[in-house]
């Protein structure tokens, strides 16, 4: 409340009403013998109805006052102003024992006695000033019903009462009772805010894991959620110290918690505590500081999540990928291994197969020459298997090397062109090229290797083409990349085969086709790709034929590729795995 509070209290109702002199006696002598009694009912009032800090600073003005009527009790015919402003001193500390006071201060204009009360009630400075209180002289029409008492107190106003009051200048106006209405609105704000900070309570405490301790790290709350999942009795964990539910934690993270909290802020994290019984939980963590105003620390919250579930998933998860990751690399020496073993019998078997149908001095009949061409081509084939696996496994363990350079497009086109020509003529297969966008464009790659995935592409697009059909080459460049396409006219793939097309060994039903293959090759090929820092992409339709294409830096470009992968697909772990 501030010292607006008169004025804003009054409402004019009639002007210029005169006294008698029996009057104005009374008033005089009413005014010496209650001002002390007036000046602590405000100052009660002021008190009372701040609520806040702010109140030492409203009744600063009527404590000074009341320290300078020590010397001045003979004015007031009072000799108790002394002990008064004691008593005025002790009203303050003690606010919330006194009872409210419905009585007010008044002033009457031209009186000598109160010059300085302007500037404690906030009325505009005057030559002088007096007091009245509610029981003091009422308006003339209320002169009836209400006979002032020397001995009385202030009379008691219900809420909803106005009453007449004195004002300067002697102008009777309607004081409605303001300090009951501010009283009422207080307290019902105040019930308000405690019930919704009830809900939030029960709300939080249904939800969570919540619990307080003081300074010293001592429990003085504990909801029923923290008994349930520590196995402790409230009474067991109030008074005791936190570390009752110390579980396992690594050291820096209590440093980093005390560190924190310490500072006044709000630290969050996984904890490890320790139930009764001496079983583990998890929980997450969020520790608030409770400070005062002067930022002294005064308890500890805490509010939890149980997430003990989560962390043995978590700790499940890790267990098989630690695993997967020992299978895979005891898979990727098998297949390493495997590889050069089957390599070195076959190597000859193959030598000695050739020797047989080139002799010259000792030529095969026509059956024995039929016999040893079976042996060549599997095991042509089968070599050609061994090494797709080689160079698989070598990519999804990361081992593949590679050395970048410049390299023409035209170039290892024309090499791979070369190579599949004989099989395209066979297969009455026509060609065309449309790579008048990669002139004067080298691409940023291992040259081997992209021979290797452009040979597996153009490769698929003759074996699985149509008899008489035509394989196209194409490139264009996008930002700094090139996007070189690679399509045929062959049967097409269904959205279910599409799905499956990077599947090792899968070969998508060819596998019952005069078609030979490992089914490993486009795997490689993503995996190449990959390598090298680029992308590929698929796009078919039954009956319309197939576009493969990739993207691929350019020298231009000086872009580096992607670390090589150690891994292609989970597909494929567990694909060779069950191989």
């Avoid at 695993?323 to 078997?349: G, V």
């Amino acid at each position: 409340m501030d010292s607006t509070f008169f004025r804003a209290s009054c409402m004019s109702v009639q002007d210029n009403i005169e006294l008698t002199e029996q009057q104005l006696a009374w008033l005089r002598q009413e005014y010496v013998r209650r001002l002390p009694e007036q000046l602590l009912a405000v100052a009660a009032d002021w008190q009372k109805l701040c609520h806040t800090d702010d109140c030492a600073d409203a009744v600063k003005p009527l404590l000074r006052v009341l320290h300078s009527l020590t010397g001045s009790a003979a004015t007031f015919g009072c000799n108790g102003v002394a002990d008064i402003a004691r008593r005025f001193e002790s009203l303050l500390k003690h606010a919330a024992e006194v009872g409210w006071q419905s009585d007010a201060l008044f002033v009457q204009q031209g009186d000598s006695y109160l010059s300085w009360l302007h500037s404690a009630a906030g009325i505009e400075g005057r030559s002088g000033a007096a007091a009245y209180p509610w029981s003091s002289p009422p308006h003339p029409s209320a002169a009836a019903r209400q006979t002032p008492s020397a001995n009385s107190d202030s009379a008691s106003i219900s809420d909803n009462d106005d009453a007449a009051a004195l004002h300067p200048g002697f102008k009777w106006e309607k004081l409605s009772q303001r300090i009951n209405e501010r009283r009422r609105h207080v307290i019902g704000d105040r019930r308000r805010a405690t019930r919704e900070l009830q809900q939030l309570m029960f709300a939080l405490d249904q939800h969570a894991i919540v619990s307080m301790a003081d300074r010293g790290g001592n429990i003085i709350y504990a909801n029923d959620k923290f008994c349930r999942i520590s196995g402790y009795a409230r009474a067991e964990l109030i008074g005791n110290n936190h570390r009752i539910v110390k579980g396992w934690n690594a050291p820096e993270i209590y440093a980093d918690l005390w560190r924190t909290i310490s500072s006044g802020q709000v630290w969050q994290g996984t904890l490890c505590n320790r139930s009764k019984t001496g079983g583990h939980y998890w929980v997450e963590t969020t520790i608030v500081p409770i400070v005062d105003r002067a930022g002294k620390f005064l308890r500890y919250i805490s509010i939890r999540t149980d997430v003990t579930h989560l962390q043995q998933m978590r700790d499940q998860l890790l267990a098989a990928k630690d695993e997967a990751e020992r299978a895979n690399q005891a898979k990727s020496e098998f297949l390493s291994r495997m590889s050069h073993e089957l390599r070195t019998p076959l190597n000859a078997m193959l030598g000695f197969a050739q020797l047989l149908s080139s002799d010259p001095d000792e030529p095969l009949s026509g059956e024995q020459s039929e016999n040893v061409h079976q042996i060549e081509t599997a095991g042509w084939h089968l070599l050609e298997l061994i090494n797709e696996v080689l160079d698989l496994s070598r990519i999804e363990a990361g081992r593949i090397s590679i050395h970048l350079e410049a390299v023409p497009f035209a170039e290892v086109l024309a090499e791979c062109r070369d190579l599949m020509m004989p099989l395209a003529i066979q297969r009455g297969i026509t060609w065309h090229e449309e790579i008048a966008g990669a002139a004067g464009k080298p691409l940023w790659v291992d040259r081997m290797r992209f021979k290797q995935v452009l040979l597996n592409l153009l490769s698929n697009a003759v074996k699985y083409n149509r008899t008489a059909g035509q394989v196209g080459v194409s490139c264009e460049t996008v930002e700094n990349k090139l996007r070189i396409a690679v399509t045929d006219q062959g049967p097409g793939l269904t959205d279910e085969q599409l799905q499956h097309l990077f599947e090792p060994f899968n070969r998508l039903n060819a596998e019952h086709s005069d078609v030979q293959g490992t089914g490993i090759g486009l795997v490689i090929t993503k995996g190449l790709v990959t390598t090298l820092g680029g992308t590929i992409a698929v796009h078919s339709r039954p009956g319309a034929g197939s576009e493969f294409s990739v993207l691929l830096p350019l020298a231009a470009a000086k872009t580096d590729p992607k670390t090589p992968i150690g891994k292609i697909e989970d597909e494929i772990v567990e694909t060779l795995l069950r191989a």
